[in-house]
């Protein structure tokens, strides 16, 4: 058992760790490694730490992911993390300070891709609200019945392809009648162009952001109608509930 009389400005060079309720034992070398992170700064001496009634350090959080920050201090090399404990490991290698363990992680084909979606999303500025719009929507048949699935449709077009019609573009000589706007509840007109290629970009975008914050949601396997008018395409978002 650690002496808890023991002067905060003196470790033990082997170091008992209590990080949220997970042991870990480690050198007091690994953890003052780089001298700049948060974690030799908690163990330089200067900081009084709080301790566990075994005579612990107490980390007030997840042990879980502190398990890789150790691993990366002991190796130096990037710990085998599974993909979808990679953002949960950059946010506590953020936490302690560790620049060269989050660069690493943000190099990593799931995280890059991750920031390449979000960066793309961020040209659009009504997409929060088109997210919203969309679960909202989704949920409304859930209040008659607890279906499995709900599904909302949304037409997608291109701001830069936006036509101005006249009567006589139409075959019946009448205003536009759009199909996809009939059938959709939500247009979004931000996509730089109307081609399949970004519509299809978009929908796979969307549909990653709202399983990353935990919903199961897809688009439907069936090919996109187009209007032969507008060049709105008409999508179909499915959410399974349980």
């Not at 139409?170 to 939500?186: L, R």
């Not at 970009?201 to 187009?226: D, H, K, Y």
Request: proline share 6%.
């Amino acid at each position: 058992m650690a002496d808890n009389n023991l002067s905060s400005e003196e470790f033990p060079d082997v170091v008992e760790l209590n990080v949220g309720g997970t042991h870990f034992t480690t050198c007091l070398t690994t953890l003052r490694k780089y001298p700049e992170s948060m974690l030799a700064t908690m163990f330089s001496g200067r900081h009084r730490l709080a301790r566990d009634k075994d005579g612990r350090y107490f980390i007030d959080r997840d042990g879980t992911y502190f398990k890789f920050v150790l691993d990366f201090l002991r190796t130096d090399d990037l710990p085998d993390i599974p993909p979808d404990s990679l953002s949960q490991a950059y946010n506590e290698a953020q936490f302690y300070g560790l620049e060269p363990l989050m660069v690493r992680l943000a190099n990593t084909p799931t995280l890059s891709a991750q920031k390449l979606r979000q960066d793309y999303l961020k040209t659009f500025d009504d997409f929060e609200i088109l997210l919203e719009s969309l679960v909202e929507e989704a949920r409304k048949p859930l209040s008659k019945c607890p279906y499995r699935t709900t599904s909302v449709k949304i037409g997608l077009s291109g701001i830069m392809l936006q036509r101005n019609f006249k009567e006589n573009e139409y075959p019946t000589g009448e205003g536009h009648n759009c199909y996809v706007t009939q059938k959709a509840f939500c247009i979004f007109h931000p996509l730089h162009t109307s081609k399949k290629a970004e519509v299809d970009v978009f929908m796979e975008c969307l549909t990653l952001e709202l399983s990353s914050r935990g919903f199961s949601a897809r688009g439907a396997e069936n090919s996109p109608p187009q209007c032969p008018w507008c060049t709105k395409w008409l999508h179909e978002v499915v959410f399974t509930w349980w």
